[in-house]
C-alpha cells in the first residue's frame, strides 16, 4: 500500500497568507520579519528575512 504524506503550515495567530511564498508575496510568503533566539548560531542567512537575536529577548520582540 502506498504512502499519504501531508504537508501543512501552521500559524500560531491564525493569520497566513502564502506560507511558501509561490504567490510571490515578500519574504518568502511571511508578512513579518523573523527572529531567531539562540545560544549557539552565529549565522541565520540560511533563512530570509530573518535576524539573530543580539542581547534580551523580550527587547527584540518589542522593538520589532
Do not use: C, Q
Not at 501552521?10 to 497566513?16: A, C, F, P, T
Amino acid at each position: 500500500m502506498g504512502r499519504v504524506i501531508a504537508i501543512a503550515f501552521v500559524s500560531l495567530d491564525g493569520y497566513v497568507t502564502d506560507p511558501d511564498g509561490s504567490g510571490g508575496t515578500p519574504y518568502g510568503g511571511w508578512a513579518i520579519p523573523k527572529l531567531v533566539a539562540s545560544h549557539r548560531l552565529t549565522d541565520v542567512s540560511g533563512w530570509s528575512n530573518s535576524t539573530l537575536v543580539d542581547g534580551d529577548v523580550v527587547d527584540a520582540v518589542r522593538s520589532e
